[in-house]
Each structure stands twice: as C-alpha cells, then as structure tokens.
C-alpha cells in the first residue's frame, strides 16, 4: 500500500517562486511513490476579506498553475476544498476538541491579526482546525509543506492524541510534517528578513510562477544584498545573497560550493543575470502551458469535477466514523 500524502495552498495573490520551491517543486516529486492530494485552500482564503470575482477567477487560475507546474491530474487527486463539503464537517467536530489556548499560540495568526487589523475575524483564529480536517479527513501519512506551516501541523498531531484519547485510538491517523532540507524558507527579494509570501503588497518582494520574464529579471537585479563582493553562502551575514544561492541552488542542482566556486572572482552582478536567466527558463513553459489552460474553462472544470468526486468519496469513509464515534446518530 502507498502511503498518503496531502497538501494545499491558499487562493491568495498568484503563487510565488517561494511556494514553488518550497511546496509544489516538492510535490511533483512524490506523485508517482506516494498516493498524493492536492488542493485549492479556498475556504481557508475567507478568511481575510476577498472580492467575490478575484476569488473565483483565482480558483481556476490555481488550478491551471498547479498543473502547468506538474502537477498531474491523472496520478494525483486535485481539488478545491469548497467541492468537499467533508472539511467543514470535520472541521466542526475538531473545533469542539481545540482548546483556546492552543490556538492563541499560533504565530502566523498573531502575524495575519496585526497585517489585516481591521477583520480579525473568528475563521482566522480558528483556522488550524480546517486545516486539520483538510489532513485527517485523507488520514495523510505525510503533509509536504514549508517551514512556516509546521506548527499548524503540530495543532494537528495534538488533536490527533485528544480525539484518540477521548473517542478511541485508530479513527485518525497521526500525520507527519514532510519539509524540505533545502529551500523551505525562501525569503523576500527586497528584505530578506521576511519570507516571500504571495499576498505581499508590495510585488518586489516576490516573483510570481506566471510572471513576464522582463520582471523577473528586473525583480532579481533589484533583489537587496550587501555592499560586500565575496559570493559566499552566509545566512548571518549575507542573507539576501544567501537567498538568491539557496533559489539558484535549488533550481539547478548544483551545491552552494559548486556555486561558490564558479563565481569566485565574480561580482554579484554576474551572479544576478545568471540566476534572472535560469529563473525565467525554468518558468517560462509553465506560463506557456498555464496560458492554454486558462483558455480551456470546460477542461479546468472536468478536472475540479473529477477531483471533487475521488476526493468526497475518501473523506466520507473518516467522516462516518467520526461520526459513529462522537455518538452523532447516524442518517437513516
Ligand atoms: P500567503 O501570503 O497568502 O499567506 P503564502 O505565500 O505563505 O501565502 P501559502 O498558501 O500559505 O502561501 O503556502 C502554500 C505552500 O507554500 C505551503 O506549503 C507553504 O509552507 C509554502 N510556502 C509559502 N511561502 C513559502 C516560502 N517563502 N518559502 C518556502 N515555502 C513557502
Ligand atoms: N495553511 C496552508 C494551506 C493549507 C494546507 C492545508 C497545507 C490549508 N490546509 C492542509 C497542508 C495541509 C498554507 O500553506 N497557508
């Protein structure tokens, strides 16, 4: 039996380089070992304020991203959370389980409350719990995401040991975070102190997958480093340069002391062009594929249909016992 895998990403701005190299590069890589779930964290997007039309467009628009970056839909389910009525029922049944407290912990709520102060709403604080019921509904062996989901995944695997101890051992499966070694956090173009993030407001911090290469190229010449000269890979002190090496690293396989070694006696100008270069190679067939899909609507919603049906039926099967288990009586 392969063991399962499930992953999402939140509809919100377009995805980035960062969510590329960090999530779906990953993904991609596991679709043939594992029996993987990909979705569109629509419902989860509710949770800070979005324009009805923006919403939907960028559902499909999603959609088209994830499989024009290799995604496919033949080997793995895809899906929009919003199809599956499932979560939202479990999310409930894990809400009632979550103490307060633990929610109160969650930094990335903490950050989202002070960015958007004026609708801080109940989903936002609560939304570690969706995000349980999107993993435990699938009873996921492994959840691929980057370094700042982990501690959500933590709340997860807590509520796993809450519901087993109150309802019985074996209805939900413990699930393991699954982070890269390398590329998990790549940081934001102009302050490299903060991760790239792709509802940043200000788009020099971020290159978007379906970006013109023109602003790619413009964006990475205009990525902050340091009035230093040396290319060393040096976190402490030279994190946008380290940055652009762990992007550079990434996307063409070579070590940061291959990389080193080929830029030494080189200024950071070099290193620029190169990286603005292979950046727009690697993305340019996938704005290519991505702009025929988006032509192709009728395609994009057999995909969300098929998706929505493989997956409703997994999730009823972990609904039911839930169900049975919390001593809901069961519909006749
Ligand atoms: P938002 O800005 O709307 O919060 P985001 O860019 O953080 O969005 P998510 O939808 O939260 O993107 O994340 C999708 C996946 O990409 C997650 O697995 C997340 O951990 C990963 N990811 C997001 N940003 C980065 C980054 N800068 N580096 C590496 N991985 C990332
Ligand atoms: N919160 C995630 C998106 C997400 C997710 C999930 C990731 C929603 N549900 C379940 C993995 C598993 C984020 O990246 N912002």
């Not at 499989?67 to 389910?77: E, F, H, M, R």
């Amino acid at each position: 039996m392969k063991k399962t895998i499930l992953s999402g990403s939140t509809v919100t701005g377009d995805l980035t380089l960062g969510n590329y190299i960090g999530a779906i590069n990953n993904w991609t890589k596991l679709q043939d070992e594992y029996d993987c779930l990909y979705f569109l964290a629509d419902l989860h997007a509710l949770t800070v304020q979005q324009d009805p039309k923006v919403l939907k467009e960028r559902t499909y628009s999603f959609l088209a991203q994830y499989v024009a970056l290799g995604l496919d839909p033949q080997k793995n389910i895809i899906f929009a959370q919003s199809h599956v009525h499932q979560h939202t029922e479990l999310s409930w049944i894990l809400t009632c389980l979550t103490p307060m407290g633990n929610l109160n912990r969650m930094t990335q709520f903490k950050e989202k409350s002070e960015k958007h102060s004026k609708n801080i709403n109940a989903g936002l604080f609560t939304y570690p719990t969706l995000m349980a019921a999107d993993i435990l509904l699938y009873q996921a062996d492994k959840v691929p995401v980057g370094e700042d989901q982990k501690q959500h995944i933590e709340l997860c695997r807590d509520l796993v040991t809450y519901f087993s101890n109150r309802y019985g051992e074996g209805i939900l499966k413990m699930p393991e975070p699954f982070i890269a070694k390398m590329g998990a956090r790549i940081m934001s173009l102009q302050d490299p102190s903060k991760k790239m993030s792709k509802s940043d407001e200000n788009e020099k911090n971020f290159i978007a997958v379906i970006e013109d290469a023109k602003k790619i190229e413009k964006k990475i010449k205009s990525a902050t480093t340091d009035s230093d000269t040396v290319i060393k890979y040096d976190l402490q002190n030279k994190p946008g340069l380290a940055n652009l090496l762990t992007i550079y690293s990434v996307l063409s396989g070579k070590s940061y002391e291959t990389l080193e070694k080929d830029y030494e006696g080189k200024m950071y100008g070099h290193l620029k062009v190169d990286l603005a270069n292979l950046v727009v190679e690697t993305l340019a067939p996938v704005k290519a594929k991505y702009d025929d899909l988006m032509k192709n609507r009728d395609y994009l919603d057999q995909l969300f249909k098929i998706g929505a049906d493989k997956a409703s039926q997994r999730a009823q099967v972990t609904l039911d016992k839930v169900y049975t288990a919390v001593g809901l009586v069961p519909r006749q």
